[in-house]
């Protein structure tokens, strides 16, 4: 039997990714032991109770003992605490790796507190669902998306290929980026689309209690995806958008230039702008479908959909 990829794993934080990513380690045999790190004792007990883990602790410096791969798996804001805690107890030649959406702030607020020696291998799984727990986690989340990593200039390239192989053995398929290009990237495809959902779902909340009603009672399609984005982790969320809040502002000034430039076409009765503009956003889609990012992953269980 071939030796393990990892001696011993820390997730800090045992939510959806982390514990779907340990649920792929445990299938895999991917490392010789798991502890998961929670500050709540019912999410430990439930992380245990599933078999995520063989040690659950609330004290990260605890959990990171003796480990050769730590994954941050928290919200983006816990990240310095969480950093400046384990730092110390980091032993010589161990990863220290992410799943978060803002990809600069671990150069800012994570390698600070790595002492030498300690390798530091930023990534973000481009998976995830509305849910959020240990009990929402499963091994196929990542299955036909994205994983990028951003390890930065001489970064030790076998700890860049050790998560990379991790990665690949949850189903991803791999991408190295630069940090601050992830980011601005991510501003658009993720989150001014959250905040887009946000906004018309609050909209919606603020609309007087008749009109609300038949809004939820006759949702489309269109407002129910935005409703199950809008469902995410408001803690998660807050410290993604205050974390790359200079990408997201730019791109939300885009679009509300872009905004303005539709409502003139509707106000207008310009129907050839319309036209124009919806014509080149469908190639978009087609090409998100081409690259097979056009079905959100979802538990084995919710595989068939909807009637």
Request: net charge negative; aromatic share 4%.
């Amino acid at each position: 039997m071939a030796d393990p990829l990892f001696r011993r794993i820390a997730f800090i934080g045992i939510g959806l990714i982390g514990s779907s990513l340990a649920r792929v380690v445990r299938r895999d045999g991917l490392a010789g032991g798991i502890v998961a790190c929670a500050r709540s004792a019912a999410t430990r007990e439930t992380a245990l109770r599933l078999g995520l883990c063989d040690e659950a602790t609330e004290d990260p410096a605890a959990a990171v003992a003796g480990c050769d791969l730590v994954v941050l798996c928290t919200p983006l804001g816990a990240y310095e605490d969480i950093a400046r805690r384990i730092g110390p107890h980091l032993q010589e030649g161990c990863i220290v790796s992410d799943v978060g959406s803002v990809k600069a702030l671990m150069d800012r607020a994570v390698k600070p507190h790595l002492p030498p020696g300690v390798h530091m291998v930023p990534g973000h799984p481009v998976a995830g669902t509305e849910n959020s727990g240990p009990e929402s986690g499963f091994a196929e989340l990542f299955e036909g998306h994205f994983t990028v990593l951003t390890p930065s200039a001489g970064t030790d390239e076998a700890a860049v290929r050790r998560i990379e192989a991790l990665w690949r053995a949850a189903g991803s398929m791999v991408e190295r980026m630069d940090a601050g290009h992830h980011d601005q990237v991510l501003a658009i495809t993720s989150h001014v689309p959250h905040v887009i959902a946000y906004t018309i779902v609050g909209t919606a909340t603020d609309l007087e209690d008749r009109l609300r009603s038949e809004v939820i009672k006759f949702a489309a399609s269109g407002f129910r995806d935005f409703t199950r984005i809008a469902a995410s982790d408001p803690v998660m969320w807050r410290d993604i958008f205050l974390n790359n809040k200079d990408a997201v502002l730019e791109m939300l000034g885009r679009l509300t230039e872009d905004i303005a430039g539709v409502q003139r076409a509707i106000r207008d009765g310009d129907g050839a702008t319309l036209e124009t503009l919806f014509t080149r956003t469908r190639e978009i889609r087609r090409g998100v479908v081409a690259a097979g990012q056009h079905i959100a992953p979802a538990p084995p269980e919710d595989r068939h959909g909807e009637d």
